[in-house]
Nanobody, 124 residues
Framework: QVQLVESGGGLVQAGGSLRLSCAAS????????VGWFRQAPGKEREYVAA????????YYADPMKGRFTISRDNSRNTVYLQMNSLKPEDTAVYYC?????????????????WGQGTQVTVSS
């Protein structure tokens, strides 16, 4: 069983930056592909980005390209999401998720393990 814990959310002004972390409870975290999703109030869960087991491949949703960067440090069992040039529409609960199949996907059901989420609020 993999437990994922997100951190780093908070309140930031438009144009600001935040770095989210997703820490895993397993030593074999390098065996898992990881994705970030977000959900705003009253909206469907939305794909943000994903990263391969080694970190060599990344995949972004179009609205996040150029503003968000996903990375990982397998020695720390942690995946990061650096978010720059934040906009009020980025306000949401951000979740990380993992799958042991190593699949990079925008489809939430591909990911078996999920964290509890961290709130990001961007003020205008």
């Amino acid at each position: 069983q993999v437990q994922l814990v997100e951190s780093g959310g908070g309140l930031v002004q438009a144009g600001g930056s935040l770095r989210l972390s997703c820490a895993a409870s397993v030593r074999t975290f390098s065996s898992y592909a990881v994705g970030w999703f977000r959900q705003a109030p009253g909206k469907e869960r939305e794909y943000v980005a994903a990263i391969s087991r080694s970190g060599g491949s990344t995949y972004y949703a179009d609205p996040m390209k150029g503003r968000f960067t996903i990375s990982r440090d397998n020695s720390r069992n942690t995946v990061y999401l650096q978010m720059n040039s934040l906009k009020p529409e980025d306000t949401a609960v951000y979740y990380c998720a993992a799958n042991v199949e190593g699949i990079l996907s925008a489809i939430a059901s591909v990911y078996v393990y999920w964290g509890q989420g961290t709130q990001v609020t961007v003020s205008s």
